[in-house]
């Protein structure tokens, strides 16, 4: 009687090619694209401020409502990079390539600690 060989049967599910036949994880691939749109938006809220500063500087200072829109597209950035940095997680438990994922997470935790910078800095600045 003859036993079959139980490392073979455990890989007859994969493909023969190896690692570099995977598709890329689809979830890192969001978490890529969405930690890209937060990075972009915090971006873009800067160069704004930027450039409101450099034209009218007392601008910034007497509109209130301008100051709230924009703190509230750089606090936007926060869930948005959680959002990228869950999604990159998620990616990293697939089995598939993890290059976006990785990305993803990387993109999204720059994000959010750089909104955490700017909080900081905005408090002390203040003194």
């Not at 709230?68 to 598939?96: N, W």
């Not at 290059?99 to 959010?112: H, K, P």
Request: glycine share 14%; aromatic share 6%; hydrophobic share 50%.
């Amino acid at each position: 009687m003859s036993y079959p060989n139980p490392y073979q049967a455990a890989s007859e599910g994969f493909s023969s090619g190896g690692p570099e036949t995977l598709k890329h994880s689809g979830l890192g691939i969001a978490s890529f694209l969405v930690g890209l749109v937060a990075g972009l938006l915090e971006v873009t809220c800067l160069v704004i401020i930027g450039i409101l500063q450099a034209t009218n500087p007392r601008l910034i200072d007497d509109s209130t409502s301008l100051l709230l829109l924009i703190g509230f597209a750089i606090l936007s950035g926060v869930p948005l990079g959680l959002l990228g940095i869950g999604l990159g997680f998620a990616g990293l438990c697939q089995r598939r390539k993890k290059l976006f994922a990785v990305m993803g997470v990387v993109i999204s935790s720059l994000v959010v600690a750089g909104v955490a910078a700017m909080l900081v800095l905005g408090m002390t600045a203040g003194n």
